[in-house]
């Protein structure tokens, strides 16, 4: 995670001993997005005087460790012990100093706080990762492990019609797990995000129920993905449901083939039509597989701060593209201040930036609109940049290619959601 350098402020008070029995609070202001906090304090007293420690978080006492030690770290994952890990919330904290044995002679203490805030960033995850809670071979732990191994920052676990996996203890992880649950039907697949138990009863009978409970979850706060949407190797897999405009679509589902392909060509007619429609992938791993692993493909996600809220709601808006694996191409694309999945408004004759690295000679770069494929390009080296004006285009998303000798094939290493473009035209969804 890309973390700002340290910011550190100091708070200093005279302690009297008249103030003797009291818990004394030093507030001070922690600004969004805080990634870990430390607090230190550096005894000027001697036994048998005593003065405890503890700090507060906006809405309760986060740790306390009396005169046991004086300083603390807290971060989202882990914790000095007595102190409690988790998010770091803006607001008004405090230092809390029990004085519990003052000596008769005033004296001064100083405080030290240090944080560090996160960057906005791209994180890299798998959407779509099944475990022993149906028909996976790993326990979550053991997945958790598998998935951090493969270089990812999040992962959702995605069981076919079951939320076990969601509520069954999880070991400290450096993973942000995001709660899923693969809903599961006889006429198609959809992830249900964001919610740890979100359709307790799963079974579908109809159109209308199918209508029904897909506004529940959502209702929740879930979000949706219909997964591996052209996926005919098995019956019923493919999806058949309707499909409304919140919808995310998994349009790279685990190896490529055509079934991905045929998902694409859907998504850009979609485009086309002026629909916003995300797309997203998963490895959709299950077990050891010559084939399917974990971050094969990669969810690249642009979030302020690595949580499953910012990460879902970025998601939701688009800011997203997919890779081979969590090794890259990396991707930069803007229009001023937008990015993928945002809408430029008044485009005509503004430009778009787009830089990509991790790439190889050879590579081939696709730019598409509406119309197609507006320019190809054949990288010539490790990164490779252009600005491209825009004229009428109602989008643009990257493709990147690589032939694979081995298949005689040129193999996607890379899919783009598009930024989309207003013209005065209007022409917007
Ligand atoms: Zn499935």
């Given at each position: 995670?890309?973390?700002?350098?340290?910011?550190?402020?100091?708070?200093?008070?005279?302690?009297?001993?008249?103030?003797?029995?009291?818990?004394?609070?030093?507030?001070?202001?922690?600004?969004?997005?805080?990634?870990?906090?430390?607090?230190?304090?550096?005894?000027?007293?001697?036994?048998?005087?005593?003065?405890?420690?503890?700090?507060?978080?906006?809405?309760?006492?986060?740790?306390?460790?009396?005169?046991?030690?004086?300083?603390?770290?807290?971060?989202?994952?882990?914790?000095?012990?007595?102190?409690?890990?988790?998010?770091?919330?803006?607001?008004?904290w405090s230092i809390l100093l029990g004085l519990y044995r003052l000596p008769p002679?005033?004296?001064?203490?100083?405080?030290?706080?240090?944080?560090?805030?996160?960057?906005?960033?791209?994180?890299?995850?798998?959407?779509?990762?099944?475990?022993?809670?149906?028909?996976?071979?790993?326990?979550?732990?053991?997945?958790?492990?598998?998935?951090?191994?493969?270089?990812?920052?999040?992962?959702?676990?995605?069981?076919?019609?079951?939320?076990?996996?969601?509520?069954?203890?999880?070991?400290?992880?450096?993973?942000?797990?995001?709660?899923?649950?693969?809903?599961?039907?006889?006429?198609?697949?959809?992830?249900?995000?964001?919610?740890?138990?979100?359709?307790?009863?799963?079974?579908?009978?109809?159109?209308?129920?199918?209508?029904?409970?897909?506004?529940?979850?959502?209702?929740?706060?879930?979000?949706?993905?219909?997964?591996?949407?052209?996926?005919?190797?098995?019956?019923?897999?493919?999806?058949?449901?309707?499909?409304?405009?919140?919808?995310?679509?998994?349009?790279?589902?685990?190896?490529?083939?055509?079934?991905?392909?045929?998902?694409?060509?859907?998504?850009?007619?979609?485009?086309?039509?002026?629909?916003?429609?995300?797309?997203?992938?998963?490895?959709?791993?299950?077990?050891?597989?010559?084939?399917?692993?974990?971050?094969?493909?990669?969810?690249?996600?642009?979030?302020?701060?690595?949580?499953?809220?910012?990460?879902?709601?970025?998601?939701?808006?688009?800011?997203?593209?997919?890779?081979?694996?969590?090794?890259?191409?990396?991707?930069?694309?803007?229009?001023?201040?937008?990015?993928?999945?945002?809408?430029?408004?008044?485009?005509?004759?503004?430009?778009?930036?787009?830089?990509?690295?991790?790439?190889?000679?050879?590579?081939?770069?696709?730019?598409?609109?509406?119309?197609?494929?507006?320019?190809?390009?054949?990288?010539?080296?490790?990164?490779?940049?252009?600005?491209?004006?825009?004229?009428?285009?109602?989008?643009?998303?990257?493709?990147?290619?690589?032939?694979?000798?081995?298949?005689?094939?040129?193999?996607?290493?890379?899919?783009?959601?598009?930024?989309?473009?207003?013209?005065?035209?209007?022409?917007?969804?």
């Amino acid at each position: 995670m890309q973390l700002s350098s340290a910011h550190t402020i100091m708070i200093s008070r005279k302690i009297r001993r008249q103030d003797q029995g009291i818990i004394m609070e030093l507030p001070f202001t922690l600004p969004d997005h805080v990634a870990d906090l430390t607090v230190d304090l550096k005894p000027t007293w001697s036994p048998p005087y005593v003065v405890d420690f503890g700090v507060a978080d906006p809405s309760r006492i986060r740790g306390w460790s009396g005169g046991a030690r004086y300083n603390c770290h807290i971060s989202r994952f882990q914790a000095t012990h007595g102190y409690l890990p988790g998010p770091l919330n803006k607001g008004i904290w405090s230092i809390l100093l029990g004085l519990y044995r003052l000596p008769p002679e005033s004296f001064d203490i100083e405080v030290t706080i240090t944080w560090r805030q996160f960057c906005p960033q791209w994180v890299k995850g798998d959407l779509h990762v099944h475990t022993l809670h149906s028909d996976g071979s790993w326990t979550v732990d053991e997945t958790l492990d598998r998935v951090a191994k493969a270089g990812l920052d999040f992962v959702a676990l995605t069981d076919h019609n079951t939320s076990s996996q969601n509520l069954s203890a999880h070991k400290p992880s450096s993973l942000i797990i995001v709660p899923g649950m693969e809903w599961t039907t006889y006429h198609g697949h959809a992830n249900i995000f964001g919610v740890p138990d979100p359709l307790p009863d799963w079974r579908v009978a109809n159109n209308d129920d199918f209508d029904e409970k897909l506004a529940s979850v959502r209702a929740q706060g879930s979000y949706v993905s219909i997964n591996h949407p052209f996926d005919t190797s098995q019956p019923g897999i493919s999806w058949e449901w309707g499909l409304d405009r919140k919808t995310w679509v998994e349009i790279w589902n685990g190896p490529w083939r055509p079934s991905n392909q045929a998902a694409v060509d859907w998504w850009q007619t979609q485009l086309c039509k002026g629909r916003h429609l995300v797309a997203i992938s998963g490895s959709d791993t299950h077990g050891p597989s010559t084939l399917v692993h974990h971050g094969q493909p990669t969810t690249w996600v642009w979030v302020p701060t690595p949580d499953t809220g910012s990460i879902l709601s970025a998601i939701n808006d688009g800011h997203v593209f997919i890779t081979q694996d969590s090794y890259g191409p990396e991707l930069s694309m803007h229009c001023g201040p937008y990015i993928v999945g945002d809408t430029v408004t008044e485009s005509k004759n503004s430009t778009v930036e787009i830089q990509v690295q991790k790439v190889l000679p050879q590579d081939r770069i696709r730019l598409i609109s509406q119309r197609g494929v507006e320019m190809e390009a054949m990288i010539d080296d490790s990164t490779w940049q252009l600005r491209y004006s825009i004229a009428d285009q109602m989008f643009i998303r990257v493709e990147i290619h690589r032939y694979r000798q081995d298949w005689e094939f040129w193999l996607p290493i890379l899919i783009s959601n598009p930024i989309y473009f207003t013209q005065e035209t209007g022409d917007e969804s």
